[in-house]
């Protein structure tokens, strides 16, 4: 029998108080979906408690019809008192079960819910998968289905450190865990090691229950409740393997870490360790996995085949340095490339229409990436137009009308905007921005994909890693700022710079354009040209398509990039440090090779985790720049800078620092944050272009200024 009624809050204060935690994160919880939401159809909020997430929903995308569902009658009558628009409606209904009728759905989003499924059904984890299987019956093919909830981990034994402040909290919760069964099922099991020499108190127990109390571990004023659920339900494997059985295409699949719990909840609150004392990262303290609905005829996923010989897509160059004989290893790929963003304002916003769920196998290659997310087989990515014979505007105009059935008559303006180089170090690209103004519409009349979405809530997606691909970051950014919008508001990690009284770091002026390579027949041996067969196979494994694809990627190191934010804050000014370096591809482009960088690294395979990562970034930047590292910052989501190409992934960091050898062998350039803001266009290192945009709003955030 179900025990929802448990549920139940009780007193008004207790209602309110449970209702003011949810919406103080409301915003990352709908940011985290902007990129995986259409403008329009009807979306179901499924467990919507407060009914706060739904009706900035609704008032997001007025012409989409939003329903909140609870199984709680009281939180339902609350949120139709409380909230009234037109396109927003409340129904009480068990989530698990089907509430709506099969194929009506365009898109179900379940925040921090389905955990009480099964917590309430005597913590049948199955019954989390029964209320999956239902909601994706009610469905439309091409229909979202998404998840945001807590995460199991891997199953195994850790070791947990704590302080004497939290060790009797630990042990009551080790009595009191699951409080609906039995006095004698409750709880677990546990072993006390020795303390450490700093006093910390060691336990010995499973990875779940050490996690399980680490996420609740600050909600004592409604413990009673809280002991009675079970946070974690499947691990992200389980989770990943249901919805490709349901026949989803897994659009993100990504553990959250929320910045401000992390630094205060989490960091010097407790140590976990694994059986043999290596230090772990902190668990998630939430999970995303979004699934687009697709038929039994289509693919939910590539798997990389064997390698074959290159199809002469791409192809390799080589230049040599000209004073340090160092030599470069270039690949080009034909044709220019254009990023095209359609756009069109309505209701205050501003519509950018987007690929949506396009293939990219290439990053079928990638795995789990270091902070455990699986990267995605499909993205949401910008129109990319590639120009051969055609004048510019004319081939944009064509491919408008041919692939997207947007008719010249529809077009209203036609702006061109700035260049960047997606990764400068390894590929000879240089990306054309183009946007066109077009007349209102809500998707394309095409196979291709191709929806409406805010380009704000995309800026807000890439802060909280809802948004992969770093190119339709980049243009939406200069989209609005040439229209003169505001970007919206700051959701990521707070910036909280401690500054320094110490003189700014030694700091040295952009040199004058030079020509630093010549082309050589003689390779590095630094980049891999490969050619695989990748094929798209459907839930039940069967093959859909397959098709050899070119791509480049290291050979001796990983597929990880570290990109930083250098920030040194001094007398009320915050800098940014920048490198004046020399790159082939700027040469082939514009004649010089020097460009203005943000400093960036490709990591070793011994990077295994981000603490890894923390430790590699502190060692370079001492010994390349004489900096010391005050602290670190996660500056959003990860990236793939070129997914049709390599499977290149950028992990964004802001790091605050201070100078530690007053004569650096490689010194940067140090130039106040507002300065690089105001003319960030002019920019063309696409990894500056997402740090310093994104460093900017953050800073400004903090301070309560308006951009």
């Given at each position: 029998m179900s025990t929802y009624h448990q549920q139940a809050r009780g007193t008004d204060s207790a209602y309110e108080r449970y209702l003011k935690s949810m919406d103080a994160s409301m915003q990352q919880k709908v940011a985290l979906t902007a990129a995986h939401l259409l403008a329009e159809g009807w979306l179901a909020d499924m467990g919507m408690g407060s009914g706060t997430g739904s009706e900035a929903l609704a008032s997001l995308y007025p012409n989409m019809r939003v329903t909140g569902v609870d199984i709680n009658p009281e939180m339902v009558k609350r949120a139709k008192n409380r909230y009234q628009l037109g396109n927003l409606d409340f129904r009480t209904g068990d989530i698990a079960d089907e509430c709506f009728q099969p194929g009506s759905l365009d898109m179900i989003f379940n925040s921090s819910v389905l955990h009480h499924v099964t917590s309430f059904n005597n913590y049948e984890v199955e019954e989390a998968a029964r209320a999956l299987t239902n909601q994706v019956r009610q469905l439309k093919e091409?229909?979202?289905?998404?998840?945001?909830?807590?995460?199991?981990?891997?199953?195994?034994?850790?070791?947990?450190?704590?302080?004497?402040?939290?060790?009797?909290?630990?042990?009551?919760?080790?009595?009191?865990?699951?409080?609906?069964?039995?006095?004698?099922?409750?709880?677990?099991?546990?072993?006390?090691?020795?303390?450490?020499?700093?006093?910390?108190h060691r336990f010995r127990l499973s990875s779940q229950t050490a996690v399980e109390f680490v996420l609740r571990k600050d909600y004592i004023a409604d413990w009673e409740t809280e002991v009675q659920e079970e946070y974690t339900y499947f691990t992200q494997e389980q989770f990943e393997a249901l919805f490709h059985s349901l026949g989803l295409r897994i659009l993100a699949s990504t553990p959250l870490r929320n910045p401000w719990i992390v630094r205060n909840r989490f960091q010097g609150k407790f140590r976990l360790l694994s059986k043999d004392g290596r230090p772990l990262m902190v668990p998630p303290t939430n999970y995303l996995i979004v699934g687009e609905k697709v038929s039994h005829k289509m693919g939910v996923r590539f798997l990389a085949g064997e390698e074959r010989e290159p199809l002469s897509y791409l192809h390799f160059v080589h230049y040599r340095h000209r004073e340090r004989g160092v030599v470069r290893?270039?690949?080009?790929?034909?044709?220019?490339?254009?990023?095209?963003?359609?756009?069109?304002?309505?209701?205050?916003?501003?519509?950018?229409?987007?690929?949506?769920?396009?293939p990219r196998p290439i990053l079928s290659l990638c795995g789990r990436r270091l902070d455990g997310s699986l990267s995605p087989h499909y993205?949401?990515?910008?129109?990319?137009?590639?120009?051969?014979?055609?004048?510019?505007?004319?081939?944009?105009?064509?491919?408008?009308?041919?692939?997207?059935?947007?008719?010249?008559?529809?077009?209203?303006?036609?702006?061109?905007?700035?260049h960047c180089y997606p990764s400068p170090g390894g590929l000879q690209e240089r990306v054309q921005a183009v946007f066109v103004e077009i007349e209102p519409v809500?998707?394309?009349?095409?196979?291709q994909r191709v929806r409406a979405v805010s380009a704000r809530q995309l800026l807000r997606a890439a802060q909280?890693?809802?948004?992969?691909?770093?190119?339709?970051?980049?243009?939406?950014?200069?989209?609005?700022?040439?229209?003169?919008?505001?970007?919206?508001?700051?959701?990521?990690?707070?910036?909280?710079l401690e500054g320094s009284s110490k003189k700014p770091p030694r700091s040295v002026s952009p040199g004058e354009p030079r020509r630093a390579f010549l082309e050589t027949d003689e390779g590095s041996n630094f980049l891999h040209l490969g050619s695989r067969v990748f094929r798209e196979?459907?839930?039940?494994?069967?093959?859909?398509?397959?098709?050899?694809?070119?791509?480049?990627?290291?050979?001796?190191?990983?597929?990880n990039t570290v990109a930083t934010a250098l920030l040194y804050q001094h007398d009320g000014t915050t800098y940014i440090g920048l490198q004046d370096d020399d790159f082939p591809s700027v040469q082939c482009f514009v004649g010089h090779s020097n460009l203005v960088v943000t400093p960036a690294w490709r990591l070793p395979?011994?990077?295994?985790?981000?603490?890894?990562l923390e430790s590699f970034t502190t060692g370079v930047l001492g010994k390349q720049h004489g900096l010391k590292?005050?602290?670190?910052?996660?500056?959003?989501?990860?990236?793939?800078?070129?997914?049709?190409?390599?499977?290149?992934?950028?992990?964004?960091?802001?790091?605050?620092?201070?100078?530690?050898?007053?004569?650096?062998?490689?010194?940067?350039?140090?130039?106040?944050?507002?300065?690089?803001?105001?003319?960030?266009?002019?920019?063309?290192?696409?990894?500056?272009?997402?740090?310093?945009?994104?460093?900017?709003?953050?800073?400004?955030?903090?301070?309560?200024?308006?951009?």
């Open positions: 091409g229909g979202t289905l998404i998840v945001r909830d807590f995460l199991r981990p891997d199953p195994g034994t850790v070791i947990l450190e704590l302080p004497e402040s939290t060790v009797e909290l630990f042990r009551r919760f080790s009595r009191e865990f699951r409080s609906l069964l039995s006095q004698e099922r409750r709880g677990f099991e546990y072993e006390e090691l020795e303390p450490t020499p700093g006093g910390l290893d270039l690949v080009r790929r034909p044709n220019a490339t254009l990023d095209v963003l359609p756009y069109y304002r309505q209701n205050g916003e501003v519509y950018v229409l987007a690929r949506r769920s396009f993205v949401t990515e910008p129109v990319i137009v590639l120009q051969k014979d055609r004048p510019l505007a004319q081939t944009v105009e064509e491919a408008l009308r041919d692939d997207l059935q947007i008719r010249p008559e529809n077009i209203l303006s036609f702006t061109l905007g700035s809500l998707h394309s009349g095409t196979t909280v890693d809802g948004l992969p691909d770093s190119r339709l970051e980049i243009q939406c950014a200069e989209l609005l700022g040439y229209l003169g919008e505001h970007p919206g508001s700051w959701i990521g990690e707070s910036l909280t196979v459907n839930a039940s494994g069967s093959l859909i398509k397959e098709t050899q694809l070119d791509y480049v990627m290291p050979r001796e190191l990983s597929l395979r011994t990077v295994n985790d981000l603490l890894d590292v005050k602290q670190f910052f996660t500056l959003g989501g990860p990236y793939y800078p070129s997914a049709g190409v390599t499977p290149e992934i950028v992990y964004p960091y802001a790091v605050e620092v201070e100078p530690a050898n007053p004569t650096p062998p490689e010194p940067l350039i140090w130039i106040p944050i507002e300065e690089v803001a105001e003319g960030l266009s002019g920019y063309q290192d696409g990894h500056l272009r997402v740090l310093a945009s994104r460093v900017f709003r953050a800073l400004h955030e903090m301070i309560g200024e308006t951009i």
